[in-house]
């Protein structure tokens, strides 16, 4: 594997020529997701309003942090990318807003694909208003892979490109030989069609598949051109033979692949900037085997070879990023569910030097409901709405873990409903990107001690743990120079 070092003597004829090689950069930090018929079902009326369960404590308003400020302007030299993952899109002719669609909302992961719709097309809008050089979606970027979603999805996608706005994806490991692909009737989830990896392939053959500088004959892994001096590595991280898994991984030819990559845009003079769904990093500490890709540490060293100074990533739905050493090696910035509150996009500044600046921002759904002139009030208060929600849905899987373990049978219906909400509290942040707020307060709390006396070995309490631990900085913005 070749090092930039052992390059530079046969590259001396390249700069001749006029490839100009970027200077080293200097690193400071700033902190502050089948082929078939393209006409879908009769669309229904959207509900106003989903059942909820008991009240929980109102989520606290975000604070102004004046240390992250986000980049005004994007460099003079270099590309401006607008980031999203896991949308989880459902076709709308596959629900009837009956129970069993319900019942998967409200004790899901917190995605509030009840307005997917509006989300989607609030996005849509706001693509449109910040005009970015490109927009790159990290997978997932159906519910569960469904056909109908796939297709109806990609003519979303196709309004932004309509737009004069270049588009590129990769899968998730939501989206492909998905056999949970379902349409809600009634109480029901019924079986509907998914599809394989050549039918993801060619519905978005005009979102990075057609226009592809190289593609990985192992996966479905490409090189899409950003502009003269960027290039993005879209890496398919995921597993889908015969049928999909939630880990990720690398195929070992698509290893070879990439190296071949990374060398012909290092003798043209190109930055590399790779995309995974999975993450290459361990940004969770719980759920390792489920997020980080398997065997990353030989993707890291790869990359490290090529001085390549950021990965991008979802598959987490939490907003984050870390990098390999606190004093050295790549960056990973994950950007969290669009579908999953605050429902928030990232804006990367990519400069030719490869530096770099990123900052989240969230859907302003208000606004745009206000535009549409809609009279649903959960839309037209979508942040409060939201909020509440995703505290709820955390407040019922707290639930639904007590009602799972018997070490939680001694306690209270008041104990648990106070460990419910800690939860719900302290994870609401985490996904926000923002626990560092609200941590020293909700750790004080009765039900977190709770937590810490009566959990193990439940999951979430372990869970619980690493967001405290890892909660000492704002996850919403980072600045390398």
């Known amino acids: 594997m070749k090092k930039r070092t ?15 090689l970027k200077s080293p950069v200097s690193e400071t930090v700033t902190e502050p997701e089948s082929t078939a018929e393209t006409e879908s079902a009769e669309i229904p009326e959207t509900p106003a309003e989903t059942t909820a369960p008991p009240t929980i404590e109102e989520f606290p308003h975000e604070v102004d942090d004046p240390t992250a400020k986000p980049p005004e302007q994007k460099f003079e030299e270099g590309c401006r990318i607008l980031l999203a993952s896991d949308i989880h899109y459902l076709s709308r002719g596959l629900t009837d807003f009956g129970d069993g669609f319900k019942y998967k909302v409200e004790h899901g992961d917190g995605k509030v694909v009840n307005y997917i719709w509006e989300i989607t097309d609030a996005f849509i809008e706001a693509v449109k208003k ?8 990290s997978g997932d970027l159906t519910l569960n892979g469904e056909r109908d979603s796939h297709l109806d999805f990609a003519r979303k996608l196709k309004e932004i490109e309509d737009a004069g706005i270049p588009v590129i994806v990769i899968p998730g490991n939501h989206d492909i030989n998905n056999t949970a692909a379902a349409q809600f009737t009634g109480a029901q989830a019924l079986g509907t069609a998914h599809i394989g990896p050549e039918d993801f392939a060619e519905i978005y053959q005009d979102f990075g598949y057609d226009e592809a500088v190289s593609r990985d ?3 479905l892994s490409y090189v899409y051109q950003i502009d003269d001096y960027n290039r993005a590595l879209m890496l398919d991280t995921c597993q889908y033979a015969p049928y999909n898994q939630v880990g990720g991984m690398i195929q070992e030819e698509t290893y070879d692949w990439i190296e071949d990559q990374m060398e012909d845009a290092w003798d ?13 990093l361990d940004e969770s500490e719980v759920y390792v085997e489920d997020c980080t890709i398997e065997h990353s540490e030989q993707l890291i060293d790869q990359l490290d070879s090529w001085d390549v100074p950021l990965f991008l990533s979802g598959h987490l739905h939490v907003q984050h990023f870390m990098r390999e050493d606190e004093d050295y090696g790549i960056y990973e910035i994950v950007t969290s569910s669009l579908a999953t509150p605050p429902c928030q996009y990232g804006m990367l500044d990519y400069g030719d030097d490869g530096s770099f600046k990123y900052h989240t921002v969230p859907l302003d759904m208000e606004a745009w409901a206000k535009g549409q002139e809609s009279t649903d009030k959960n839309l037209l208060n979508f942040k409060a709405y939201s909020e509440e929600f995703l505290n709820r849905v955390f407040y019922n899987q707290a639930q639904d873990e007590f009602e799972r373990m018997n070490n939680f049978d001694g306690l209270t219906k008041r104990q648990k409903d106070q460990m419910a909400k800690v939860y719900a509290e302290i994870n609401s942040a985490c996904y926000a990107g923002k626990a560092v707020e609200i941590k020293d307060k909700a750790t004080e709390k009765a039900g977190y001690k709770l937590w810490g006396e009566n959990g193990y070995p439940s999951i979430l309490s372990q869970y619980l743990e690493s967001i405290v631990r890892d909660a000492t900085k704002d996850y919403n913005s980072l600045e390398v120079e």
Do not use: F, K, Q, R
């Open 268 to 280: 043209l003079g190109m930055n590399v900037i790779p995309v995974g769904h999975h993450n290459l």
């Open 217 to 219: 004959s192992a996966s």
């Open 130 to 137: 910040e005009d970015p050089d490109l927009v790159i979606l």
């Open 6 to 20: 052992a390059l530079y003597a046969a590259l001396i004829c390249t700069i001749m020529t006029g490839c100009s």
